[in-house]
């Protein structure tokens, strides 16, 4: 039998302590803040081995991340509010529900657009930690893209403050 895993408070909210299944609200849950908007992994100390899980929220003209390709399926779904996706060297405007599938390999960000927050649904595999941050024009016009090529994400964030854990805030999730 699976042992359920018990909640801790830790700042910024609940966190699974060690392994186990778990029930959590994900307003309730352990969020982080940065340079690249607000996010919940629902993760603790213990991480998810085989899927990454979490929801991104991004302010307008906010990037999630720097542009990357990847060998992982990663698999996105706007919750709410607009944003870019800046997929393969295009540029696509997306609103609540929309889906977005990538196959691995297929370079992509998104940036936070419209009057108010995105929050957006991310779920991808971990089978391989290999990543490339291409050099993009595209991306660097919204501050998500590296001057030069690189395969290591330290060079990638070189620039980039850690994160923070912070509170679920009123209005980021429907």
Same mark, same amino acid.
């Given at each position: 039998?699976?042992? +359920?895993?018990?909640?801790?408070?830790?700042?910024?909210?609940?966190?699974?302590?060690?392994?186990?299944?778990?029930?959590? %609200?994900?307003?309730?849950?352990?969020?982080?803040?940065? +340079?690249?908007?607000?996010?919940?992994?629902?993760?603790?100390?213990?991480?998810?081995?085989?899927?990454?899980? %979490?929801?991104?929220?991004?302010?307008?003209?906010?990037?999630?991340?720097?542009?990357?390709?990847?060998? %992982?399926?990663?698999?996105?779904?706007?919750?709410?509010?607009?944003?870019?996706?800046?997929?393969?060297?295009?540029?696509?405007?997306?609103?609540?529900?929309?889906?977005?599938?990538?196959?691995?390999?297929?370079?992509?960000?998104?940036?936070?657009?419209? +009057?108010?927050?995105?929050?957006?649904?991310?779920?991808?595999?971990?089978? /391989?930690? *290999?990543?490339?941050?291409?050099?993009?024009?595209?991306?660097?016009?919204?501050?998500?893209?590296?001057?030069?090529?690189?395969?290591?994400? /330290?060079?990638?964030?070189? %620039?980039?403050?850690? *994160?923070?854990?912070?509170?679920?805030?009123?209005?980021?999730?429907?």
């Amino acid at each position: 039998m699976v042992p +359920e895993a018990p909640l801790k408070r830790t700042d910024g909210g609940l966190v699974p302590e060690g392994e186990g299944w778990f029930v959590l %609200n994900a307003r309730e849950a352990r969020w982080l803040e940065g +340079e690249f908007g607000a996010y919940t992994r629902f993760e603790g100390e213990a991480r998810f081995p085989s899927i990454g899980l %979490n929801i991104g929220v991004l302010e307008p003209g906010q990037p999630a991340c720097m542009y990357h390709g990847e060998d %992982n399926q990663e698999d996105f779904l706007v919750l709410s509010g607009e944003c870019l996706l800046l997929i393969e060297g295009e540029e696509r405007r997306l609103k609540a529900w929309d889906f977005v599938h990538c196959p691995a390999w297929t370079e992509h960000v998104f940036v936070g657009a419209g +009057e108010g927050p995105c929050a957006i649904l991310a779920v991808g595999t971990r089978l /391989s930690p *290999d990543v490339v941050y291409p050099e993009s024009e595209l991306a660097q016009r919204h501050r998500a893209g590296v001057e030069r090529e690189t395969r290591e994400p /330290s060079e990638a964030y070189a %620039n980039v403050r850690d *994160d923070v854990p912070v509170g679920y805030r009123e209005g980021w999730l429907p």
